[in-house]
């Protein structure tokens, strides 16, 4: 089982990142698939959530309106379009997996930095 995020980087604030995490060694479209987030010295984070592609999303009501979550099942990778960033939002970004079924499995990523700062 594998997840491997990507699109982190280093932004100016109000600017924009995509994230990406692309799956592999699970059915995916069996998964719920969620972004969280740890900034230095703080707890981890749910940023969003999709159940699946077209269905039911979830945001922290700090990111609403200002960050999209979406999957491609076709392509085993789901995707946070994150728009008018702030200082506030610097953290390690990581992809998370979540069973729907009675498994319950749960799979993290390694995490991909996003850096918010001028």
């Known amino acids: 089982v594998q997840l491997v995020e990507s699109g982190g980087g280093l932004v100016q604030p109000g600017g924009s990142l995509r994230l990406s995490c692309a799956a592999s060694?699970?059915?995916?479209?069996?998964?719920?698939m969620s972004w969280y987030r740890q900034a230095p010295g703080k707890e981890r984070e749910v940023v969003a959530s999709?159940?699946?592609?077209?269905?039911?999303?979830n945001y922290a009501d700090s990111v609403k309106g200002r960050f999209t979550i979406s999957r491609d099942n076709a392509k085993n990778t789901v995707y946070l379009q994150m728009n008018s960033l702030n200082p506030e939002e610097t953290a390690v970004y990581y992809c998370?997996?979540?069973?729907?079924?009675?498994?319950?499995?749960?799979?993290w990523g390694q995490g991909t930095q996003v850096t918010v700062s001028s």
């Open positions: 999709i159940i699946n592609a077209g269905g039911s999303t």
């Open positions: 060694g699970f059915t995916f479209s069996n998964y719920a």
């Open positions: 998370n997996a979540l069973s729907l079924g009675l498994s319950r499995n749960n799979y």
